[in-house]
């Protein structure tokens, strides 16, 4: 098809799916921030109104920040920079204990993340146009234990305590393929889910599930 002036094509393929959506606990995340001090009390606002929570997030979070081919600059926005680790983290985490209960591949298991929600999309990339059902069957019954998997998927890496200590994460424990990351396995940290001592700067970051 031609383009036209001041217009450029764009091509898609429209396909059946599945997708399981999870929500972040907002205030459970403005509470890990303020744990390690990412942000100041006067900063925040009533974690009580869910209204001004939800507008605290849209707000601050800065998805023009947040670029596909390149890590997110600190300094651009902290607090972005600080809560999209810490959901892209658990994103990765959700994707491989998935793939482990439902049967498919890692591979064809993709993220969406919501930044600003915040909320992470797990969907299968079902290049076949049928939908298995096999995401929906682990949340409705293997929920505890994909959650369960996810937590000790984020404890432990093969590669510790390199992995821990330089990156905070690596192919042992939550890089997935480029198909299946839409950040190309950038901004990833295990330490903002576990936690982690930093024995040279003598400071503990506080876990978010250990909260």
Request: glycine fraction near 6%.
């Amino acid at each position: 098809m031609e383009e036209k002036n001041g217009k450029k094509n764009v091509y898609a393929n429209s396909l059946d799916t599945e997708g399981v959506l999870f929500e972040i606990d907002r205030v459970k995340i403005l509470q890990w921030l303020l744990k390690n001090n990412y942000v100041e009390v006067s900063d925040l606002p009533d974690l009580n109104n869910e209204a001004d929570v939800k507008m605290w997030f849209i707000n601050n979070i800065q998805p023009d920040v947040i670029g596909t081919f390149t890590s997110i600059e600190e300094s651009a926005s902290p607090i972005t920079y600080h809560v999209y680790r810490l959901i892209h983290s658990i994103s990765h985490t959700l994707v491989r204990s998935a793939a482990e209960l439902c049967g498919l591949d890692k591979n064809s298991i993709s993220e969406y993340i919501f930044s600003g929600v915040p909320a992470i999309l797990i969907y299968c990339q079902n290049s076949q146009g049928f939908n298995l059902g096999a995401l929906n069957n682990a949340f409705e019954a293997y929920f505890d234990k994909w959650i369960y998997k996810a937590q000790t998927i984020a404890s432990k890496c093969i590669f510790d305590p390199i992995c821990i200590e330089r990156d905070g994460a690596c192919t042992g424990c939550l890089f997935l393929n480029e198909v299946s990351c839409r950040h190309f396995n950038k901004d990833l940290d295990r330490s903002y889910l576990c936690g982690y001592f930093d024995n040279k700067k003598q400071k503990k970051l506080k876990g978010y599930w250990e909260i």
